[in-house]
C-alpha cells in the first residue's frame, strides 16, 4: 500500500464532532425503549445510625419498589475493596446513602411518592483528625530521615489543607437497565469505564460474564465523576429492570448529583523539611492518611490525588525559598529532579525527565524575576508551580489490568476495538490517528467502534492518562502486525484472499520496569509528563477577591498526537484548576453539602478566567504511541499552588485553598 499522508501531529477533524455540532448525537436521556420506567432512589437523611422502619405512601398503582432483601447477588458495589453496600440494610454511613429504589411510568407519580424512613441516630464523625478509622496509610520510605533532618541547617514545618472540589460534569449521571432473556441485563450508560460497571453488574446480579453487557452512550463529560460511581447506579436501574421486568431509565437532577455522587478528597497534609543553607533538600517528611468521616464517600476526580500533594508541596518551596532568602526559581533549580536522579519509590528517572527545561522555559517565557520585582509592594503578586505526573495506573497496576485492544480489518480501512470511551477528551480521534499512521492509511479509513462489552475487549478504565500512552500503544502494535500481514495488498484485496482479519494485542510492560506492592518501591510509573505554571494575581481591596489576569503554562508530554486537542486538555484542566484554587467550595453542614446547586457552587466562567499562554513541550517516552506521554491529569496540578504562591508574594500567607474572599481578608487581619 502507498503510505498517506500523516495524521500524528495534525489537527485532524475529530471523529464524533459533526454529531455533536449539528445535536444528532444521543445521550442516555435522549434514549427511551418500550415500556420504559423511570426510577429514583430514596437517600437516607441521616449521616449516621440505623434504619428503624419505612413507611410507603405510593398513591399510585404500577410501582416497582426494590430493598436489599430484591439483591440476588451480593450487596455490594464491587471495585477495589467491597466495602460499599448498593442498598443500606441497616447501617447508615453518610448522608445519601441509598435505601430504597422505585420505579414507575409515570414521572410524575414517581416524584409524588411519599417515603418515610425513622432512623436511630448515633453520633457522627466529621473531623477526619478525630477519627478512629484509618482507610488506608502506605509507608514510602527513602533513606534516614531522622538523621538527614539532624544534620540540617534549618527545619520548616508546614500544614496545607485542601477542600472537597465537585467535577461537575455538563451532563449529570444516568443509565437505562433493559432487562433480556434468561436473566441477561444490558445497560447503557454516561460512564468511563465499561468493564467496570460490568464486573460490578455481575456481582451484584450473581451474572456470568455472557449475561452482562454495557454499553457506553455519549458522554457530556467526567473527570473521574463517572469512574465508579457508574456502578452504583447502573446496579440501581439494573435491580429495578429486572424486579419489574422493563427497562428503566435512572438519570439524575442536578442536586441529587452533586448531594449524592463522588468528589475530590480534602486533604490536610503535613510537611516537616530539613535544608541546607544553600537551598538544598536535605530531608522531607510528609504526612497524608486516609480517615474515615461520616460524609458522602470521594473518589475519582482529574488527578487522582496529584492536585492535593502538589498544591503542599509547591506552597512549602515557597515557604522554604523565603525562609532562606532564595529566589522560588533558584531553590526549585537547586532541587529539581534530572535524569540519573531517583524519585522517593527509588525509579531513576531517564531521558524524558524535563523539569528544568519548563521550568526555564516558564520563567523565560513570563520574564518571571522581573514581573516579581515591578509587582512587589503592589496588590497584585506572581507565583509559579513545578510538578510532574506520571502516566497510566501506578506500580504494577497496568500488569494487574492486563488491558487488550483489538484493530479488524474493514475493506475500506480498520475499525478499532477498544473500551476506552470518548468523554469529550478525543480518545476516538487520537486513536484513529495512532492506527492510520502506523497501518500508512488515510486518517478517515480508520473506524472506532462504540464501547460495548459485547464486542470491545477489556483496554481498562479510562483515566489515569493511560488512554494515549498505555491504550493507543496497544493499539499501535495491533496495526504493526497488521500492516506486516497486508504486505502489498489493500485492505479489499486481503479480505477477498484470506478472509476476515482481526489482531488483538495485550499491555506488556516495559522490560527494564520493576515494582514490588508491598514494599511501595520501584518504577512507579513508565513515564512521567512535566510542567511548570506561572499564574499573576490581583487582590481587590476592597472586597478581598483574589483575581489571575495571568496565566501561562509549560507542559511536556512526549510527541503530540492532536495540537489542539491537547492545548484543549491544558486549557480545561488549568480552567479546573484556577476554579480549585480560589472559588470551588464544597459547604459541608451536618454530613451533606449544604450548596448543591449551580447558583452557589461557583466555578470559573470565561470572565474568570486569564488569557492562557500553553507551551507543549516534546522528549519523546521511547514505550509510547509515536513518543506520547499522558495529558489529562497533569494541567490540574499546577494551578493551585502557584495561584497560592502569587498571594504570599502579594502579601497573603495562605496555607488552604479554595483561596476565598474571607479567608484572604482573615489571613491579612492575622
Not at 436521556?29 to 423511570?38: A, W, Y
Not at 474515615?292 to 488527578?303: D, I, K, L, Q
Amino acid at each position: 500500500m502507498a503510505r498517506a499522508p500523516r495524521s500524528v501531529g495534525r489537527n485532524v477533524l475529530r471523529k464524533e464532532g459533526a454529531d455533536k455540532v449539528t445535536g444528532a448525537a444521543r445521550y442516555v436521556d435522549d434514549l427511551t425503549f418500550p415500556g420504559l420506567l423511570h426510577g429514583r432512589t430514596i437517600r437516607s437523611t441521616i449521616p449516621a445510625g440505623r434504619i428503624a422502619g419505612v413507611e410507603l405512601d405510593l398513591k399510585a398503582p404500577g410501582f416497582t419498589v426494590v430493598d436489599s432483601t430484591d439483591i440476588p447477588g451480593r450487596n455490594v458495589v464491587a471495585l477495589i475493596d467491597d466495602d460499599q453496600p448498593a442498598l443500606a440494610e441497616r447501617d447508615i454511613r453518610h448522608v445519601a446513602e441509598p435505601i430504597l429504589l422505585l420505579a414507575h411510568a409515570d414521572r410524575d407519580a414517581l416524584l409524588a411518592a411519599d417515603v418515610r424512613i425513622a432512623y436511630t441516630e448515633t453520633p457522627p464523625t466529621y473531623d477526619p483528625e478525630a477519627s478512629a478509622t484509618t482507610f488506608k496509610n502506605i509507608a514510602i520510605v527513602k533513606g534516614d530521615v531522622e538523621s538527614a533532618m539532624a544534620g540540617a541547617d534549618i527545619v520548616v514545618e508546614g500544614e496545607y489543607r485542601c477542600g472537597h472540589q465537585e467535577q461537575l460534569y455538563i451532563e449529570t449521571n444516568g443509565v437505562i437497565a433493559v432487562p433480556g432473556p434468561a436473566g441477561g441485563m444490558t445497560v447503557y450508560g454516561s460512564l468511563q469505564c465499561p468493564y467496570y460497571v460490568h464486573r460490578a453488574l455481575k456481582v451484584l446480579l450473581g451474572l456470568p460474564d455472557d449475561k452482562v453487557r454495557v454499553v457506553q452512550t455519549e458522554t457530556g463529560g467526567g473527570f473521574g465523576g463517572k469512574e465508579e460511581y457508574p456502578s452504583m447506579i447502573a446496579g440501581h436501574a439494573a435491580l429495578l429492570a429486572r424486579k419489574s421486568g422493563r427497562p428503566v431509565k435512572l438519570v439524575y437532577d442536578r442536586v441529587e448529583d452533586m448531594l449524592a455522587t463522588t468528589k475530590r478528597h480534602p486533604a490536610i497534609v503535613r510537611h516537616r523539611t530539613g535544608v541546607a543553607r544553600d537551598g538544598r533538600l536535605l530531608a522531607m517528611e510528609i504526612d497524608a492518611t486516609l480517615m474515615m468521616t461520616n460524609t458522602p464517600p470521594n473518589g475519582a476526580f482529574r488527578g487522582f490525588g496529584a492536585p492535593q500533594t502538589q498544591f503542599a508541596v509547591e506552597a512549602h518551596m515557597d515557604r522554604i525559598a523565603e525562609r532562606l532568602g532564595i529566589d522560588p526559581v533558584r531553590i526549585r533549580e537547586i532541587n529539581a529532579l534530572r535524569p540519573g536522579d531517583t524519585t522517593a519509590t527509588g525509579q531513576r528517572l531517564g531521558r524524558d525527565c524535563s523539569a528544568i527545561e519548563v521550568l526555564r522555559e516558564a520563567v523565560r517565557r513570563t520574564d518571571f524575576r522581573r514581573r516579581r520585582k515591578a509587582l512587589a509592594g503592589t496588590n497584585r503578586g506572581i507565583g509559579l508551580s513545578l510538578f510532574f505526573h506520571g502516566s497510566g495506573f501506578t506500580g504494577g497496576g497496568e500488569v494487574r489490568l492486563a488491558s487488550k485492544a483489538s484493530l479488524e480489518l474493514t475493506e475500506r480501512g480498520a475499525r478499532i476495538l477498544v473500551a476506552s470511551t470518548e468523554i469529550g477528551q478525543g480518545t476516538r480521534t487520537m486513536h484513529a490517528q495512532i492506527v492510520a499512521d502506523t497501518l500508512g492509511l488515510p486518517y478517515d479509513r480508520v473506524e472506532v467502534h462504540a464501547a460495548d462489552t459485547a464486542v470491545v475487549p477489556d483496554s481498562g478504565p479510562t483515566v489515569a492518562s493511560r488512554t494515549c500512552m498505555v491504550v493507543g500503544r496497544i493499539l499501535q502494535r495491533c496495526a504493526e502486525e497488521m500492516r506486516a500481514r497486508l504486505g502489498r495488498l489493500t485492505p479489499r484485496q486481503y479480505l477477498k484472499r484470506y478472509g476476515p482479519l482481526v489482531v488483538t494485542k495485550a499491555y506488556e510492560r516495559p522490560a527494564e520496569m520493576s515494582w514490588d506492592d508491598n514494599s511501595y518501591r520501584g518504577d512507579a510509573y513508565g513515564a512521567y509528563g512535566w510542567g511548570c505554571d506561572v499564574v499573576e494575581v490581583e487582590v481587590d481591596p476592597d472586597t478581598w477577591q483574589a483575581r489571575p489576569t495571568a496565566f501561562t503554562t509549560v507542559h511536556e508530554i512526549g510527541r503530540v498526537i492532536h495540537p489542539l486537542l491537547a492545548a484543549g486538555q491544558i486549557e480545561g484542566g488549568s480552567a479546573q484548576g484556577l476554579g480549585y484554587a480560589l472559588l470551588e467550595e464544597v459547604a459541608m453542614r451536618d454530613g451533606r453539602m449544604a450548596n448543591a446547586q449551580l447558583t452557589n457552587y461557583i466555578i470559573p466562567t470565561t470572565l474568570d478566567t486569564p488569557p492562557m499562554r500553553v507551551v507543549m513541550q516534546g522528549n519523546p517516552y521511547k514505550h509510547g504511541p509515536f513518543g506520547a506521554k499522558g495529558v489529562g491529569e497533569m494541567p490540574i496540578d499546577g494551578p493551585a499552588p502557584a495561584v497560592i504562591n502569587a498571594l504570599r508574594h502579594a502579601g497573603f500567607d495562605l496555607r488552604e485553598i479554595p483561596a476565598t474572599p474571607e479567608k484572604i481578608m482573615s489571613c491579612a487581619s492575622s
